[in-house]
């Protein structure tokens, strides 16, 4: 039986986050630039969107650029600008044609204006989609995110609009980039690296994780079907005992 027909429709995760890596080492193997690494993770992006939207996977956020990016070589950042640029504008047919709708969460005012208004462009053009919400992590930083929250609410606080003692779970939620998204149900990470570098840390609360040696360039669908075998083989307890989930 293939992969795909192996994976439980039921107990799909509603919301995946990958923390697409290794594209420098995939280019090093090879005696290649990094650039030609990036270009090639783009074509895995688009195979793994097309895989979610094929499965019903509602929600899939993908950590393209990081706070900590941005002191990358100039020249690197530059070309993943551009990057970015060209790859939204070749995938927004498949992004309509799929039913897809896209957002980002990020500083976005950090941005060339020329990235930041071809991904509004994408954004409004795509904001009716039903069928997937692919998430772009650009610019993003979890601390960053949770630092803006906590100056957010304390300006509220501060001017009566909310009291100290109802800050609870959903008003934090309501603040962060992600407040449209539900918790991250499975985490994972290619190329080997087990960390988290500053990635959704209040979401990934109870998040499955999962890391494999696969470099980004490398990772198919089919690993992402192993992925999610892996994920619903697994017994999610959320603090109780295996006897009460059962
Ligand atoms: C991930 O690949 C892409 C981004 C961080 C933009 P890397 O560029 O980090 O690849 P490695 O880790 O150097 O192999
Ligand atoms: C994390 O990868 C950021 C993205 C995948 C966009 P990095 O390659 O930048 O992470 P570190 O620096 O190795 O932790
Ligand atoms: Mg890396």
Redesign the pocket.
């Known amino acids: 039986m293939s992969l795909i027909d192996q994976i439980d429709s039921t107990k799909l995760p509603e919301h995946i986050a990958i ?10 193997k090879r005696g290649m630039l ?1 650039n030609l ?2 270009k090639s ?1 783009a074509k895995t992006v688009k195979q793994v969107v097309e895989a979610c939207a094929e499965i019903n996977v509602k929600y899939l956020t993908l ?4 706070t900590e ?1 941005w002191n ?1 070589p100039k020249i ?1 950042v530059e070309l ?1 600008m551009k990057l970015l640029i060209s790859s939204l504008k070749k995938e927004l047919e498949t992004l309509q044609k799929n039913n897809i709708k896209l957002t980002t969460i990020g500083n976005l005012e950090l941005l060339p204006k020329t990235v930041y208004n071809e991904l509004t462009d994408v954004i409004e053009k795509t904001k009716n989609n039903t069928r997937l919400t692919l998430s772009l992590a650009l610019s993003y930083g979890s601390r960053e995110e949770l630092i803006k929250t906590i100056k957010e609410i304390s300006l509220k606080v501060k001017n009566n609009l909310i009291s100290p003692e109802n800050i609870d779970k959903s008003v934090i939620n309501n603040h962060l980039y992600t407040r449209d998204l539900p918790d991250v149900d499975l985490l994972i990470r290619t ?1 080997g ?1 087990q960390r988290i570098s500053n990635f959704l840390l209040w979401q990934i609360a109870y998040a499955e994780l999962y890391f494999t040696e696969v ?2 360039p490398d990772f198919t669908k089919e690993n992402l079907f192993e992925a999610i075998l892996n994920y619903q083989n697994r017994e999610r307890r959320f603090g109780k005992t295996s006897e009460q989930i059962n």
């Open positions: 923390i697409m890596d290794g594209n420098g080492r995939w280019a090093k990094r690494g990036h993770g950590y393209a650029f990081s990016n990358r690197e993943l190329s690296e470099l980004w």
